[in-house]
């Protein structure tokens, strides 16, 4: 049973656009939702978190918009650059010692330019 | 200064062999981890401690066995490798109280031929 479920599984997207990644998260003990970006040969590398108390969250070019009651978080990248061509992780957990990140399948971007 | 380090980076050995990789950060965390990253990228958490007690020790087969001599150092053993334990193993760790943030090593590409 997946826990965390993202799409879409792969994207792409022009320069300049908005990429839109989409995850649902089913168990609502889960108190803090991550995103990871993954180059390839690397390890993944926090982007962006968001609390369930909070909708929404920017950071430069990134944000997260949460739905609590319909228990969904997205990622929305703006002006999108070939830089942010990674694979994305959502994930969720419960932020107690030693607790994993419980990640979804990501969504592998590519922005051509 | 690499946060996370992971040594081998690449490992390529024999079924039925044993091998290890080790794991170390200099970021002062408390808590580390290990995931498995499969061929399709799905990252998933297979063991955690916190001040060196094993808290999360997932369906992983008794045949990998990790080890933590202290706070910045966690091991991975693995017994009487298989086909199917191909994949890319990801270090991390965090502080206490912010799981969500992780930082991850660069992973080693273990190849079971």
């Known amino acids: 049973q997946q826990q965390v479920k993202q799409s879409p599984q792969s994207l792409i997207v022009q320069k300049g656009g908005i990429s839109i990644i989409n995850c649902a998260y089913e168990n609502t003990a889960f108190d803090y939702f991550p995103w990871y970006q993954q180059f390839p040969g690397k390890g993944p590398a926090l982007l962006i978190a968001?609390?369930?108390?909070?909708s929404e969250k920017k950071e430069g070019r990134f944000t997260i918009s949460f739905n609590k009651s319909a228990k969904q978080f997205s990622l929305h990248i703006m002006d999108s650059q070939p830089g942010d061509s990674a694979t994305y992780f959502c994930?969720?957990?419960?932020?107690?010692?030693?607790?994993?990140?419980?990640f979804g399948k990501g969504t592998t971007l590519s922005v051509s330019s | 200064d690499t946060a996370v380090s992971q040594t081998p980076k690449y490992l390529v050995t024999q079924m039925g062999n044993d091998k290890s990789i080790k794991c170390e950060q200099n970021?002062?965390?408390?808590?580390m981890y290990w995931y498995k990253q499969d061929s399709k990228k799905f990252l998933k958490i297979m063991f955690s401690?916190?001040?060196?007690?094993?808290?999360i020790n997932e369906t992983v087969p008794n045949r990998f066995s990790p080890k933590s001599p202290d706070k910045a150092h966690l091991n991975l053993h693995i017994n009487s490798l298989e086909l199917g334990d191909s994949a890319v193993y990801f270090c991390?760790?965090?502080?206490?109280?912010?799981?969500?943030?992780?930082?991850f090593g660069p992973g080693t590409r273990l190849t079971v031929t």
């Open positions: 991390a760790s965090s502080r206490q109280g912010t799981g969500h943030e992780q930082y």
């Open positions: 401690y916190n001040n060196k007690e094993l808290i």
């Open positions: 970021l002062g965390h408390d808590t």
């Open positions: 968001i609390r369930p108390d909070v």
């Open positions: 994930a969720a957990t419960v932020n107690q010692a030693g607790t994993a990140l419980i």
